[in-house]
């Protein structure tokens, strides 16, 4: 064929260009992963009490088994390794969660400005939080653990169950009923929130701290207890990223190129509800994490879902981690400031910076 | 919506769907692929129950090209053609090197392959469409059903599309395709089936039903028909109602 031989190359060059991006996305992928681990490593060596960045590593060292009991000395073995490596590590599981389940609710909505928080399961996670509280038992634990992540996390699950029963029209799950159901059910909450407010003012000082998101004085019980929902959350988005490619074409094309739709939308929205609900559970509400990060990753590495979950994934826990390190640090004199807080003015004028760039962008084009 | 409609596509048919705004030939389609269930009566395709198919196998037998593209994400041209393998590809698999040159070959016969790495919100409507296009021949079906796939299209490219068709069509592949240019629809299609008011109202040889009385009575408006200068086949021009009362005068 005439044709064959003008066309040959072209052919080849794409199949160059495929290969050559897959090759960038796995150097970034290298690369994040060495910055995240460096990233523990170095959040854990910060913090009010000065300890050297021998003992640091030797206290690491001793707490995760490598090296034999008693080469560190009680206190710094404590502040390392029990209070500040296991907030350094929850930040980043919760920044993980946030990103990925983000990148999910903004694929599945087909809506950009969707965040983890969207469909209501954030409101959930407060209004169980602020019941906790109001019943006075914010100071009740079990195994060390407390019971307002428990309360939190039946609030989310119960909000989504609620969401996915309402926005159910004639036995089918539709977007833009979903996302009503959503604004209903996260309204009514926060109202009955209010109302707990204005009933118990004791309270109220705790529920604003706490929606407001914070890791302080979270530690290895907090990660133990949300990483089974945070895993079982990965696994069910992981799962369907090339269907949640195709559902963003829109769901009759989604039908017609063979992915079922009604199924796969329901196990999408679970799963990132799951990762929601453990990030929340144990955080409190931390908002622009979810929003921001996706948005950024899709703008640099595309809209391919595995690529844009994975990436969200890092690059949210690098940005809550962080975030967090601020949140502690900032203030002289040991005092915090709420991580949600922070997040929210570097997010804010951050996301304002993308969207100016973006909207100049396409002018120019 | 629609009703008592009996009609069989034979294998290597290319049949046009005709008929006005609302006559039901987009919920025609969308019932063929299981969009939009079926409330009465039965349907079967390559001789199997409609309602037996799963998704995943229903996409292997037939393809669709959608009226209305719904692009809300960046994703590359080329990655929206490789969504047409899906139906081919096992859970959690990635594209094969198959995938690929399936997929390239068809960006190359619908003129897409300059814009593989280009950003599908980046391009030109009708550029999408061709993608499109290109998505849907690359998922391989033996049935492709297309709704207004070359509204958007300049001439040149509507020709270049109803060309690959029609060659495609030579090699086995059966089309449905609803179409508003009449004309185009002359041309390329053997067979016409018009609805009107979600019924068949006439079904039969383009050369046979193509007709100013058929025509007439289905648009509602006047129409004329002249022979294709070159190839005979009949098409319909449209006569605007000033003249029609300057004749009557």
Redo the contacts between chains.
Sequence with gaps: MPDSNQ?SP??QE??G??TASRRVFVIGLILLAIVSFLSVLGATGIGHLQIPWETVMAAIGEGLGLSPAGSVERTPLVVVFDIRLSRVILSFLVGSALGVAGAVFQ?VL???LADPFTIGVASGAAFGAALAFALGLGGASYLGLGTIPLLALVGALGALALVVILGRVQGRLRRDTLVLAGIVVATFLSALIALIKALDEEAVSAIVFWVMGSFQGRGWIHVAFSLPYLLLGLYLVA?CA??L??M???E??A???????ERVRRRLLVGASLLTAAAVSVSGVIGFVGLVVPHLV?MTV???HQRLMIFSGLLGGLALLWSDVVSRTLLPGGEELPVGVVTALIGGPFFCLLLKRRRGGVIL? | MLHGLDFHVGKSELVGLLGPNGSGKSTLLLCLSKVVPLHAGEATVSGRELSAYSARELALVEASVPQRLEISFPFRCIEVVLMGRYPHQREFGSDSDEDLTRAMEAMRLTDTLDLAQRRITEISGGEAQRVIIARTLAQEAELLLLDEATANLDVAHKMQMFDLFSKKNNQGVTFLCAMHDLNLAALYCQRLIFLKNGRISVDGPTMETFTEENLTKIYETEVRIIPHPDTGVPQAMFVPSATRRAQSA
């Design positions: 066309t072209n052919l794409i199949r260009r495929l694929g087909r809506n950009p799962k090339r269907e490619d195709i963003t074409m829109g009759v094309q039908r017609q190129l063979g992915v079922e739709v899709r595309g809209a391919a084009d």
